[in-house]
């Protein structure tokens, strides 16, 4: 069975959650001799419609099974269509000659679907990887009423019912209490009681070595003095040119030069270029 066989806005809530539930919950009911009959069709016809009928008649199921999984922060649209996923691979396995209700079986699938959905997308690091973790995680998400930790008769409770050590308990536990923290977010928060600090602040920077740094530095110092030297060396006006022509923020023009000083454009442009030359003399000996 091929899932573009199947409305792709009913397999999907898409924007409108509301509007998607209000849409499942219109779909008739199958009765148990209906669902038999379609099912018959499917399992010795494997027929592609009888597929969807299926399919349709059983999406306000996972409607259903996704609420119950609110508490994980997150999309109810995504929950309801991995479940989906997991309700068309039942209805691909659904044997009829077992004498159950297609229901009955494809919970399994359907819950299979969101857990593993949830552990791919609850934290950053995968929390569970086994079957024994991923039971512990789901049951005592369900059965921590509150937000304080476990006491020792607790734990011990836990791990009796579901047959795990105690130390997996607190283990558990422990990750299912702490949150991802950003590699690179900032070094504070606004918060005025809490600075958290990201795991990048506290590597050391090899960007540069810190004796190159001071050599940059230093090296810097010393042509912004050899420039100031070599301005020295040029005439008032050259040296308000170049100044204003490259040395500010706020450039001037060769229009504007020329207006202050009441010559033509292309002459403030040869005493620049005259300057330029002149500066270049002064400096080329200091590289060398």
């Known amino acids: 069975m091929s899932k573009k066989l199947l ?20 779909i008739p009911v199958l ?27 059983h999406l306000r199921f996972v409607v259903y099974i996704a609420r119950s999984y609110s508490g994980y922060g997150l999309s109810q649209a995504d929950l309801i269509q991995e479940g989906n996923v997991g309700l068309m691979k039942a209805v691909k396995r659904f044997n009829p000659e077992h004498d159950v209700r297609l229901v009955s079986f494809a919970v399994h699938w359907i819950k299979a679907e969101i857990h593993e959905y949830i ?9 569970a990887t086994t079957k024994a973790q991923r039971k512990l995680f789901f049951n005592l998400r369900k059965n921590k009423k509150n937000l304080a930790w476990l006491n020792n008769n607790e734990v011990t409770d836990i791990a009796n019912s579901l047959n795990v050590k105690e130390k997996d308990v607190r283990q558990m536990e422990s990750r299912l209490s702490s949150s991802d923290l950003s590699f690179d977010l900032p070094q504070s928060t606004e918060s005025e009681n809490a600075v958290i600090t990201a795991p990048v602040h506290y590597l050391a ?9 001071v050599e940059q530095e230093r090296d810097g110092l010393e042509q912004q003095n050899q420039l100031k030297d070599a301005l020295k060396a040029l005439d008032e006006r050259s040296r308000d040119i170049v100044q204003q022509r490259w040395l500010q923020d706020n450039k001037q023009t060769l229009h504007q030069l020329a207006d202050k000083y009441n010559v033509s454009a292309e002459r403030i442009r040869q005493l620049e270029n005259n300057a330029m030359k002149k500066l270049k003399q002064h400096l080329l000996p200091a590289t060398i």
């Open 7 to 26: 409305p792709a806005n009913i397999l999907s809530p898409g924007a409108s959650l509301s509007e998607y539930v209000q849409g499942v919950s219109g």
């Open 31 to 57: 009765t148990r001799e209906e669902e038999r009959s379609i099912a018959d069709d499917l399992y010795y016809n494997q027929s592609i419609d009888a597929a969807r009928k299926l399919v349709l008649a």
């Open 119 to 127: 552990l791919r997308n609850w934290r950053i690091v995968k929390i």
């Open 205 to 213: 920077d090899e960007s540069q070595d810190p004796a190159a740094r």
